[in-house]
T-cell receptor, first 111, second 116 residues
Framework: DAKTTQPNSMESNEEEPVHLPCNHS???????IHWYRQLPSQGPEYVIHGLTSNVNNRMASLAIAEDRKSSTLILHRATLRDAAVYYC????????????FGKGTKLSVKP | GAVVSQHPSWVICKSGTSVKIECRSLDFQATTMFWYRQFPKQSLMLMAT?????????EQGVEKDKFLINHASLTLSTLTVTSAHPEDSSFYIC????????????FGPGTRLLVL
């Protein structure tokens, strides 16, 4: 399993963009990069995933480095509801089940 | 997005009793379901992976005779904690996925278990 490094915590102001970095230098060529987030006392929630190209959806954007050894999750305008622990998880995903959760980044959003 | 439910959302039981937790995919057929456990201030730990109609695959260190998993249909998996002890108190979370590469895992809201 690829090892990931994420900041323990980050702070953001409401309505400002947030860039959450993740290093995954040992990622394999077939691993996708998945991002999930977990609000307090809830199950994780899917945010976004990608393989090589940058990806956008209604929740966030995912910027993947050309060498795939790092990626950045971008929340374009943070809201108070975005306060959560964000997990970056390299893996095959889906029915393979190899989503290994690390410690993630705890994002705080200030009003 | 797809919805996964868990029941019960919380349970308190006496030491030595067994507890069953249900995980249902409400609006899609889940080829694979996963069970995780999360202790306070820690990350999720994968306990086991189950495919419909076959035996679950347990992660190293997880006792299969203590944590019984049944995946009888494409929309239902159950986790039974047998002879529960206080150290089994935790937040149990299931997730479900369709078949295929890079499919999203949809997580349930979790079940908080307290063993007295």
């Amino acid at each position: 399993d690829a090892k990931t490094t994420q900041p323990n915590s980050m702070e953001s102001n409401e309505e400002e963009p947030v860039h959450l970095p993740c290093n995954h230098s040992t990622i394999s060529g077939t691993d996708y990069i998945h991002w999930y987030r977990q609000l307090p006392s809830q199950g994780p929630e899917y945010v976004i995933h990608g393989l090589t190209s940058n990806v956008n959806n209604r929740m966030a954007s995912l910027a993947i480095a050309e060498d795939r050894k790092s990626s950045t999750l971008i929340l374009h305008r943070a809201t108070l509801r975005d306060a959560a622990v964000y997990y970056c998880i390299p893996g095959y995903g889906g029915s393979q089940g190899n989503l290994i959760f690390g410690k993630g980044t705890k994002l705080s959003v200030k009003p | 997005g797809a919805v996964v439910s868990q029941h019960p959302s919380w349970v308190i039981c006496k030491s030595g009793t067994s507890v069953k937790i249900e995980c249902r995919s409400l609006d899609f057929q889940a080829t694979t379901m996963f069970w995780y456990r999360q202790f306070p201030k820690q990350s999720l730990m994968l306990m086991a992976t189950s495919n419909e109609g076959s035996k679950a695959t347990y992660e190293q260190g997880v006792e299969k005779d203590k944590f019984l998993i049944n995946h009888a249909s494409l929309t239902l998996s159950t986790l039974t904690v047998t002879s529960a002890h206080p150290e089994d108190s935790s937040f149990y979370i299931c997730s479900a996925s369709r078949a295929g590469v890079a499919q999203t895992q949809y997580f349930g809201p979790g079940t908080r278990l307290l063993v007295l």
